[in-house]
């Protein structure tokens, strides 16, 4: 072997040595990221600094708007209802949510008689497409032709059919009920897993000592499952902050602007009025919520960690 | 040795692949493609479009079309995706009010002279007319009219079809029953409920563009008053034009406002349902809107393909054709007369009398924020949110902002 030879050897094992084998291994998924996800946020946060509308769209060089397009939105009535009504939506889907999903996993976690096919049933709200769903509750909604009027009216608890989702009113109380439907499952299955890593001694030990059910559920279950259910809470708020879909399908928004979020109301601005910098402007502020949301589970994780 | 052998082997390749791509840019300059986007769902019209096609690209080697479906609720995120990609099609079919915005994005490219439209309907050309340039051509048009149940009508004793508001309101009361709602239209809060809003607006002489006006307040007000009495279903606001179709072919409408598209679906899911025709009821004139679809011919793609299939489509057989398949109206009068002379097509001649009555939306650029702000005002006051007067001056003050 001559020493250039020798050289290239080296230079090779330096460039396959451990930590740059891991980089090696992380490039594929990070460029993945760059241009799937890097690019349209930051495309997306230009977009929302420009004038862009039907006019400029196609343009090479778009308009500067600073930020008066965020200004636009935070004095527009139907922006802050939408973020109003986003925030509502999630924190009562996610408390119902998280309280019924809770007692379920609970209850299937007693090991009777058919309670795993039974807890896998329950599953179904969660792997029916969304469209389906919405689609289902909104004739379950249906003022003159839904089940649920006929069903309050054979029961003899109303007298007249409630408009569920035609009166501005109680259309959002339609969307909650059909999303908590959708997201018991997500919470029930996440705590199931939960509790089957708390050890059954330490529930013998505590009732050896004295200790009755309450005592045993908030001193010893709760505090153990407390990674989980940040977890829990955390994802959810983001999957539930971010609904579309049901919205889209039960209500498009609808009626006069009362069940708008952050996310329709952004796909209406740019996708069926044109204004694509205002409408990027609101899916900003949308991003924008979520990301402080994510560094509180990144740092809730970490905890766990160490 | 090694070296050349790979030398040799690579060069034996790139020419057999010189010779394959040779033979492919040969045989591409005997046919070249050209893509159409339409966003119809409805099967019939398919099929209709379909075999147009197909006798397109058989009866010449020059050009091969291909269409391409997107669903309505799509058409415009593709169209403005495709449009700051510059991935768009060579030809779209598309809703005619839509027409001025995208005409205004710059995609569309000038046909000015390339087509006589003399004898076109004025509404239709004016769709995809700006300042005088024309960027398309009207595809066919429609228009809406009422539908009432004849059946409904005698039992009630109505001699004859309301003519007027107060014709139409009476009738409705006389029709509403537990299980029927004496009329419906389809309400949206979207283009298609500003579509079937519009004639009663327009009716009273009032423009798209004077809400807060004695007439806009006019109409809000007897829409409401419709809704309150309970002779139309406040759950219009929820229903498509198609939802509306149903519930009238279901026997739970008595009257509808509706398009001559739905006729031939009708006679296909209810052949045993007796209805029938009329002008939509007047306040001051009649009044009805245009609808339909434009073909526009991109800015950049293959302009030649796209204006050569446009000739073909444009001739009097091909319209004719795709007219009756569908239920629609051709925008050029000569060939819209020779339409429905068959006795069972009687029905469709009221849509052709209601549109000498029939106005086209905007054309203008900013149209959809004006549609908007039409569509949010009937729906306040459709759900009690707010009175006429103030859904009026809230619609005025939106539109004064885009209109001047």
């Given at each position: 072997?001559?020493?250039g030879?020798v050289?290239?050897?080296?230079?090779?094992?330096?460039?396959f040595?451990y930590e740059?084998?891991?980089?090696?291994?992380?490039?594929p998924a990070?460029?993945?990221m760059?241009?799937?996800?890097?690019?349209?946020?930051?495309?997306?946060?230009?977009?929302?600094?420009?004038?862009?509308?039907?006019?400029?769209?196609t343009?090479?060089?778009k308009?500067?708007?600073?930020?008066?397009?965020?200004?636009?939105?935070?004095?527009?009535?139907?922006?802050?209802k939408?973020?109003?009504?986003?925030?509502?939506?999630?924190?009562?889907?996610?408390?119902?949510?998280?309280?019924?999903?809770?007692?379920?996993?609970?209850?299937?976690?007693r090991?009777?008689?058919?309670?795993?096919?039974?807890?896998?049933?329950?599953?179904?709200?969660?792997?029916i497409?969304?469209?389906?769903?919405?689609?289902?509750?909104?004739?379950?909604?249906?003022?003159?032709?839904?089940?649920?009027?006929?069903?309050l009216?054979?029961?003899?608890?109303?007298k007249?059919n409630?408009?569920?989702l035609?009166s501005?009113n109680?259309?959002?109380?339609?969307?909650i009920?059909?999303?908590?439907?959708?997201?018991?499952?997500?919470?029930?299955?996440?705590?199931?897993?939960?509790?089957?890593?708390?050890?059954?001694?330490?529930?013998?030990?505590a009732?050896?000592?004295?200790a009755?059910?309450?005592?045993?559920?908030?001193?010893?279950?709760?505090?153990?499952?407390?990674?989980t259910?940040?977890?829990?809470?955390?994802?959810?708020?983001?999957?539930?902050?971010?609904?579309?879909?049901?919205?889209?399908?039960?209500?498009s928004?609808?009626?006069?602007?009362?069940?708008?979020?952050?996310?329709?109301?952004?796909?209406?601005?740019?996708?069926?009025?044109?204004?694509?910098?205002?409408?990027s402007?609101?899916?900003?502020?949308?991003?924008?919520?979520?990301?402080i949301?994510?560094?509180?589970?990144?740092?809730?994780?970490?905890?766990?960690?160490? | 040795?090694?070296?050349?052998?790979?030398?040799?082997?690579?060069?034996?390749?790139?020419?057999?692949?010189?010779?394959?791509?040779?033979s492919?840019?040969v045989?591409a300059?005997e046919?070249?493609?050209?893509?159409?986007?339409?966003?119809?769902?409805?099967?019939?019209?398919?099929?209709?479009?379909?075999?147009m096609?197909?006798?397109?690209?058989?009866?010449q080697?020059?050009?091969?079309?291909t269409?391409?479906?997107?669903?309505?609720?799509?058409?415009?995120?593709?169209?403005?995706?495709?449009?700051?990609?510059?991935?768009?099609?060579?030809?779209?079919?598309?809703?005619?009010?839509?027409?001025?915005?995208?005409?205004?994005?710059?995609?569309?490219?000038?046909?000015?002279?390339?087509?006589d439209?003399?004898?076109?309907?004025?509404?239709?050309?004016?769709?995809?007319?700006?300042?005088?340039?024309?960027?398309?051509?009207p595809?066919?048009?429609?228009?809406?009219?009422?539908?009432?149940?004849?059946?409904?009508?005698?039992?009630?004793?109505?001699?004859?079809?309301?003519?007027?508001?107060?014709?139409?309101?009476?009738?409705?009361?006389?029709?509403?029953?537990?299980?029927?709602?004496?009329?419906?239209?389809?309400?949206?809060?979207?283009?298609?409920?500003?579509?079937?809003?519009l004639?009663?607006l327009?009716?009273?002489g009032?423009?798209?563009?004077?809400?807060?006006?004695?007439?806009?307040?006019?109409?809000?007000t007897?829409?409401?008053?419709?809704?309150?009495?309970?002779?139309?279903?406040?759950?219009?606001i929820?229903?498509?034009q198609?939802d509306?179709?149903?519930?009238?072919i279901?026997?739970?409408?008595?009257?509808?406002?509706?398009?001559?598209?739905?006729?031939p679906?009708?006679?296909?899911?209810?052949?045993?349902?007796?209805?029938?025709?009329?002008?939509i009821?007047?306040?001051?004139?009649?009044?009805?809107?245009?609808?339909?679809?434009?073909?526009?011919?991109?800015?950049?793609?293959?302009?030649d393909?796209?204006?050569?299939?446009?000739?073909f489509?444009?001739?009097?057989?091909q319209?004719?054709?795709?007219?009756?398949?569908?239920g629609?109206?051709?925008?050029?009068?000569?060939?819209?007369?020779?339409q429905?002379?068959?006795?069972?097509?009687?029905?469709?001649?009221?849509?052709?009398?209601?549109?000498?009555?029939?106005?086209?939306?905007g054309?203008?650029?900013?149209?959809?924020?004006?549609?908007?702000?039409?569509?949010?005002?009937?729906?306040?006051?459709?759900?009690?949110?707010s009175?006429?007067?103030d859904?009026?001056?809230?619609?005025?003050?939106?539109?004064?902002?885009?209109?001047?």
């Amino acid at each position: 072997m001559s020493d250039g030879e020798v050289k290239i050897v080296k230079k090779r094992r330096r460039l396959f040595q451990y930590e740059n084998v891991g980089i090696l291994f992380v490039l594929p998924a990070f460029v993945y990221m760059l241009v799937f996800v890097g690019y349209p946020i930051v495309k997306n946060v230009i977009l929302s600094f420009q004038d862009v509308t039907m006019r400029t769209l196609t343009a090479a060089s778009k308009p500067f708007a600073g930020l008066a397009n965020y200004t636009a939105i935070f004095h527009d009535a139907v922006f802050t209802k939408a973020l109003v009504n986003t925030l509502v939506f999630t924190v009562a889907c996610l408390v119902v949510q998280f309280l019924i999903g809770f007692a379920l996993a609970m209850f299937f976690s007693r090991n009777f008689k058919f309670s795993k096919p039974v807890r896998g049933l329950l599953m179904m709200p969660w792997m029916i497409p969304i469209t389906v769903t919405a689609l289902m509750f909104k004739f379950i909604f249906g003022t003159d032709v839904g089940i649920l009027n006929y069903i309050l009216q054979s029961l003899g608890l109303i007298k007249d059919n409630i408009e569920w989702l035609i009166s501005t009113n109680t259309a959002m109380l339609g969307i909650i009920c059909a999303n908590i439907w959708i997201g018991i499952p997500f919470n029930m299955i996440l705590i199931s897993t939960g509790l089957t890593t708390i050890p059954k001694e330490l529930y013998e030990s505590a009732s050896i000592d004295g200790a009755n059910k309450l005592q045993s559920f908030f001193r010893i279950t709760v505090p153990l499952l407390k990674p989980t259910i940040e977890s829990v809470l955390i994802l959810g708020f983001i999957y539930t902050f971010k609904v579309f879909d049901l919205v889209y399908v039960m209500t498009s928004g609808g009626p006069v602007n009362s069940t708008h979020m952050l996310s329709t109301y952004s796909y209406k601005l740019s996708f069926e009025m044109f204004k694509y910098s205002k409408g990027s402007a609101v899916a900003n502020v949308l991003l924008v919520i979520l990301l402080i949301v994510g560094i509180f589970y990144l740092r809730a994780t970490k905890e766990d960690d160490m | 040795m090694k070296l050349r052998k790979i030398t040799s082997v690579m060069m034996a390749a790139a020419m057999t692949m010189g010779l394959l791509a040779g033979s492919v840019t040969v045989s591409a300059a005997e046919t070249e493609d050209i893509t159409l986007w339409y966003y119809w769902e409805n099967e019939g019209h398919q099929k209709a479009l379909g075999e147009m096609i197909e006798k397109y690209n058989s009866g010449q080697s020059d050009y091969k079309l291909t269409a391409k479906y997107v669903p309505f609720a799509d058409f415009k995120k593709q169209l403005s995706i495709g449009a700051s990609a510059s991935e768009l099609p060579d030809l779209v079919l598309l809703d005619s009010p839509d027409h001025a915005s995208y005409a205004s994005m710059g995609i569309f490219a000038d046909v000015t002279e390339k087509f006589d439209v003399s004898n076109y309907y004025e509404g239709p050309v004016a769709s995809c007319t700006i300042d005088d340039v024309l960027y398309g051509v009207p595809f066919g048009c429609n228009c809406l009219a009422l539908y009432y149940n004849t059946d409904m009508l005698e039992a009630a004793g109505i001699a004859e079809a309301p003519q007027t508001w107060d014709d139409l309101k009476a009738a409705a009361e006389k029709l509403t029953t537990d299980n029927v709602s004496g009329l419906a239209f389809c309400s949206l809060q979207n283009e298609e409920g500003t579509f079937n809003f519009l004639p009663w607006l327009w009716s009273t002489g009032a423009s798209s563009y004077e809400m807060n006006s004695e007439g806009g307040i006019k109409a809000l007000t007897y829409v409401k008053d419709l809704v309150d009495a309970g002779v139309m279903s406040k759950e219009c606001i929820n229903w498509t034009q198609g939802d509306v179709m149903n519930q009238f072919i279901s026997g739970n409408v008595a009257m509808m406002v509706n398009g001559p598209w739905q006729i031939p679906t009708m006679k296909q899911e209810a052949p045993d349902l007796n209805w029938d025709v009329t002008l939509i009821p007047k306040d001051a004139e009649f009044a009805s809107d245009i609808g339909g679809e434009n073909y526009a011919v991109i800015a950049g793609g293959n302009e030649d393909g796209a204006l050569n299939f446009l000739d073909f489509a444009t001739q009097e057989e091909q319209v004719s054709f795709m007219m009756n398949a569908m239920g629609y109206i051709s925008a050029d009068k000569a060939i819209a007369d020779t339409q429905f002379s068959a006795e069972e097509d009687a029905v469709y001649k009221k849509f052709v009398e209601q549109m000498e009555y029939a106005h086209a939306r905007g054309p203008l650029a900013e149209w959809p924020e004006v549609s908007d702000a039409i569509s949010l005002a009937f729906n306040e006051v459709m759900t009690g949110s707010s009175s006429p007067e103030d859904a009026a001056a809230a619609a005025q003050a939106t539109i004064d902002g885009i209109v001047q």
